[in-house]
């Protein structure tokens, strides 16, 4: 059976992406880093951290500025956008074994370039972090903020994103709705809410 875990429920690590120079926030690095070493800092201090740092040069820098903790790990990889949220894999159990379900993902509907964000999850199975984790990749536009779980059976996602027609254009909405079901769990009840996307 398969089971989409809540967002609440323990978790083996936290992933974030860390801004650099060439990033969205170049104008606002320095203060936007000290607002990621508060967040790393916190986590590590409770759960193993993986930061995706853009190169070995990238990593150093990050090591600068945060405290040491054993907890931290590294992952090198280029990336369009920090917000991975979207962009990195979503988990499910699989009869209790962890799966990494890999979607596409096309920059909001191609509002933003997204190639380096797209192949972001295959880089990251090629780190000895990821390596030989089960996983399965999906040909579907779906970014991982646009669904919930309850963990108990209950999906929710967003018309707005998956039904829009530069998402996926050749599905209609009972085609989507079987997708997510095969997908995140067999029988559950799927469900639209009116929120809105990233961007």
């Not at 890999?102 to 933003?112: A, P, S």
């Not at 972001?120 to 399965?136: E, I, V, W, Y």
Request: negative net charge.
């Amino acid at each position: 059976m398969t089971r989409f875990p809540a967002e609440w429920e323990s978790q083996s690590a936290v992933l974030i992406a860390w801004p650099n120079a060439d990033g969205d926030f170049s104008r606002y690095l320095n203060d936007v880093e000290q607002a990621y070493c508060f967040i790393a800092q916190t986590i590590a201090e409770h759960q193993r951290l993986i930061i995706v740092a853009k190169d070995d040069e990238h990593q150093r820098h990050i090591q600068d500025i945060i405290d040491i903790n054993a907890n931290i790990s590294y992952v090198h990889a280029d990336i369009n956008d920090i917000w991975v949220r979207d962009t990195v894999f979503l988990t499910v159990e699989e009869d209790g074994i962890t799966q990494l379900c890999n979607f596409r993902f096309n920059g909001w509907g191609g509002k933003y370039a997204h190639d380096l964000d797209n192949a972001l999850n295959q880089r990251l199975l090629t780190s000895p972090l990821f390596q030989g984790k089960a996983h399965q990749h999906y040909d579907f536009v779906l970014e991982g903020g646009s669904v919930e779980s309850d963990g108990a059976g209950t999906v929710l996602t967003t018309k707005q994103c998956l039904l829009n027609p530069n998402r996926n254009p050749r599905y209609q909405q009972a085609e989507i709705e079987q997708l997510l079901l095969r997908t995140f769990r067999r029988n559950p009840c799927v469900m639209a809410r009116p929120t809105k996307s990233k961007r």
